[in-house]
């Protein structure tokens, strides 16, 4: 019985197979493609920089604590490297823009390309498979506000509510891009809610 029917529909096994095989050839090339592929996770961060010279003041001070109204403030950026290969990150590779779908709409062009404050020490930082990056990128929260996320939305055409859509990309040497996960005093940053 088994004879008849594999006879009867010999081209139908054969197309079936050669699916097979063609699926199996695709899902290599996906899995090869996907292991080569950077896989990076970017944070961006409102933070108060404790100096070593502030904590050896409050070492000295009886009461040992450290005064956070004395600290300067920062936006911190924290790279994390989850793939099988190093990721290398040029030093002008910073950028706030709009989301890419209003940009490959046309309606938003203009980005701020942002250097960091923090030296790379070369013009490339390069973060090792398996580990994480810090960098300052600015020491004046306050400008980040008032300059660049208002001139983005003005130079767009973009009404200044609109500032809470942008975010902050990171380029890799080969071209890939990675948006960076915003903490919610980034948002109260760019809406003007809160303090800073």
């Not at 250097?115 to 990128?137: D, K, Y």
């Not at 008032?146 to 809470?164: A, I, Q, T």
């Amino acid at each position: 019985m088994l004879e008849a029917f594999f006879s009867a529909h010999q081209h139908t096994i054969d197309f079936v197979s050669s699916l097979g095989t063609w699926g199996a050839v695709v899902v290599a090339l996906w899995l090869a493609r996907a292991s080569s592929r950077p896989r990076l996770r970017v944070f961006v961060d409102h933070s108060l920089i404790i100096s070593s010279e502030v904590q050896a003041e409050a070492r000295w001070r009886r009461n040992g604590n450290i005064d956070l109204e004395h600290c300067p403030e920062a936006v911190t950026v924290t790279i994390r490297n989850s793939g099988m290969r190093p990721i290398h990150i040029p030093y002008h590779s910073f950028s706030w823009s709009f989301p890419r779908i209003l940009r490959r709409l046309g309606k938003c062009k203009a980005a701020a390309m942002q250097n960091p404050v923090t030296e790379f020490g070369g013009t490339v930082m390069t973060v090792e498979p398996g580990r994480t990056a810090s960098i300052v990128l600015t020491n004046e929260p306050d400008k980040l506000r008032s300059e660049v996320f208002v001139e983005l939305c003005l130079r767009n055409g973009m009404p200044l509510w609109s500032r809470r859509f942008i975010r902050l990309y990171v380029h890799t040497d080969d071209g890939y891009v990675a948006r960076a996960f915003e903490s919610e005093s980034i948002r109260e940053i760019k809406t003007g809610v809160g303090g800073s």
